[in-house]
């Protein structure tokens, strides 16, 4: 089995101040963060496997969320600096894919380590609604068994964490808060997502596109 390790956020912090233009007026904006759990609705796409020595296997897979486990469930989390009623987001999306429809030659293909959407983009606030269109890396941590022969990440990959920068993604999103307090409220959020992404398999790799609607709820505050 695979080392569940969680994905290092604080370099993904750092970049979002990183990028804001110039830093410009960072005393003058405003900042909000929000914690979100949630699950999607993932449409049917192709999966591809290569494998040495065997044809290519190509099926149009089916895949389980699974947001509450087993192993770390799905999430999501946003930082958002403001100026005005726009705002630079950085966004993480913790997926998570398991094979539905597996096979005779396919009998587990998971990504439930991560199929992490690290995101950045841009908001615009209008009225009670905020909208977002952002972009990024895909990185992965996947666990699969394709003809009796079971990957194992463990010491390999990015600083051998088993995770592996994988492909690219995006989403375009709609999001409203409702405010308990000054600074707390509760978000709902929803969005479009899809992406691209290579994973390792034994002796080979898979190519992985998924298309999916997401929902989100979860707690945020703002200054």
């Known amino acids: 089995m695979n080392e569940n390790r969680p994905f290092p956020l604080l370099p993904l912090i750092s970049l979002l101040l990183l990028v804001t233009p110039g830093g410009r007026g960072l005393t003058a ?26 044809p290519d296997i190509h099926l149009t897979a089916h895949y389980d969320t699974r947001p509450f486990g087993p192993y770390t469930p799905y999430y999501a989390w946003r930082l958002s600096l403001w ?9 993480q999306v913790h997926h998570r894919l398991f094979l539905a429809n597996t096979t005779t030659e396919v009998t587990d293909f998971s990504v439930h380590f991560g199929y992490n959407y690290l ?27 394709v003809r009796g022969l079971k990957l194992r990440t463990r010491g390999t990959g990015l600083f051998d ?25 509760v978000v709902l959020d929803a969005a479009l997502m ?28 703002s200054r």
């Open 29 to 54: 904006q405003s900042l909000s963060i929000e914690a979100m759990g949630g699950t999607a609705y993932n449409f049917p796409t192709p999966l591809t496997v290569r494998q040495s020595g065997f």
């Open 161 to 185: 964490s088993g995770y592996y920068l994988s492909g690219f993604g995006g989403q375009a999103g709609l999001s409203r808060n409702f405010y308990f307090s000054k600074n707390g409220f």
């Open 83 to 91: 100026n005005g009623a726009e705002g630079w987001e950085l966004e």
């Open 119 to 145: 995101l950045l983009g841009h908001a615009w606030r209008r009225h009670d609604f905020t909208f977002h269109l952002d972009a990024g890396p895909i990185v992965t941590n996947p666990e699969n068994t």
């Open 194 to 221: 899809a992406a691209w992404a290579t994973v390792p398999v034994v002796n080979g790799s898979a190519d992985v596109p998924t298309i999916g609607v997401h929902g989100h709820v979860g707690v945020g505050w």
